[in-house]
């Protein structure tokens, strides 16, 4: 059995289509001004070619997560079947002893355009994917939420049990006195102010904070420390947090966007409440080089999109080997003074402050 070469015009036809299913919507490089219909292809072929971009068009629409590709795939098959169309009767028009060559072609092409006006509607009307739509409602909650407190929680991984500085031994607690993540309590106000309080293991509070325009840091009979730099007097979080966990919820919400799958799981209750129900998203880590929790569990309100706690899976902590969870869950949101995210409401007023150079 011998195999016979591709002719030039099967050699076109790949090529057409190979233009249709490798290009992206944002490839700059083969944009729908220049992808170029062969000359040497007959009407035939160019309806071949169009029944492979209809079917493939059908199962990308399946699996498309945004909205604005579909768009792109829909409309770039829609310009591709007119412009098979136009060249279909400049042939006619060339050849017209032989109408009837081009006729089974054309109709096979046009029923193909009333397919694809069929998909564009479908996708049109299809509702967005509820886990995305989810998450920009919760980064839309945050500018309108108010003022949130929410209770940090540190458990062991294996046995669910909290990690409590008063479980460790006298010496352990004699030779690092130091403020721990598991029990502070964060307020939060808009995007950008927030004021956490941690405590000792012989509960002496260290409380960081932000106004918005000035970070501030209050520490144990020491003078108080302000600084207008933002990277000064970050939150010491844990290794596999560093590049996701900020307490700016916005930002953490984008970046679960980009680096995890998330799906949405229904409406379900929390560990705390089990009379409310919740949007209830779950998150996988998919960039293996991204430094991260490998899962991380999230609860919205179904109709506001507040978030009502947050999970982050496999934590390691500062010098703990074992596998940690760490959470974040909705305690409060009555209003809080005004000047709450001041340094001042957290010190006597005959406190030393001592303000950082300016950056």
């Known amino acids: 059995m011998t195999t016979v070469p591709n002719e030039p015009e099967d050699t076109s036809f790949d090529q057409l289509i190979n233009q249709w299913v490798d290009t992206e919507p944002v490839d700059s490089e083969l944009s729908d001004s220049t992808i170029k219909l062969p000359e040497s292809l007959d009407g035939m072929q160019l309806s071949r070619a169009a029944d492979v971009q209809l079917l493939h068009a059908m199962l990308i629409g399946l699996s498309e997560s945004s909205e604005e590709a579909k768009q792109h795939r829909v409309s770039k098959l829609m310009r591709s079947i007119r ?4 060249k279909i009767a400049g042939e006619r028009a060339a050849s017209a002893k032989k109408p009837r060559r081009y006729l089974g072609p054309a109709i096979r092409l046009g029923t193909a355009a009333m397919i694809t006006i069929g998909i564009t509607i479908l996708l049109i009307s299809l509702p967005p994917n509820k886990a995305m ?12 939420a108010g003022d949130r407190t929410y209770s940090v929680i540190v458990k062991d991984q294996k046995t669910g049990q909290r990690e409590r500085a008063r479980n460790r031994s006298a010496t352990e607690r004699s030779r690092q006195e130091q403020a721990i993540l598991d029990g502070a309590t964060l307020y939060l106000r808009g995007r950008d102010k927030y004021v956490l309080y941690r405590y000792t293991p012989s509960g002496q509070a260290v409380v960081n904070g932000s106004d918005g325009q000035t970070n501030w840091l209050i520490r144990p009979k020491r003078e108080v420390l302000v600084s207008n730099d933002p990277r000064t007097f970050r939150i010491p979080m844990p290794e596999g947090l560093a590049d996701l966990l900020t307490l700016n ?3 953490t919400l984008k ?6 799958r998330i799906k949405y799981l229904g409406t379900v209750p929390v560990e ?6 919740w949007a209830y998203l779950h998150a996988t880590l998919q960039e293996r080089r991204f430094r991260g929790p490998r899962v991380i569990r999230i609860w919205a309100h179904p109709d506001t999109g507040l978030l009502r706690r947050i999970e982050f899976a496999d934590i390691r902590l500062q010098g703990d080997p074992e596998l940690k969870k760490l959470i974040l869950d909705l305690v409060g949101r009555r209003q809080l003074p005004n000047d709450w995210f001041s340094h001042s409401a957290h010190h006597p007023s005959d406190t030393k402050v001592d303000s950082l150079l300016e950056y």
Do not use: H, L, P, W
Request: hydrophobic letters at 30%.
């Open 83 to 86: 412009a098979d169309k136009e």
């Open 133 to 144: 739509a989810t998450i920009e409602q919760m980064i839309s909650a945050i500018e309108n």
């Open 249 to 251: 919820f916005s930002n």
């Open 255 to 260: 970046g679960i966007q980009e680096r995890y």
């Open 272 to 277: 705390q409440n089990q009379d409310v129900s």
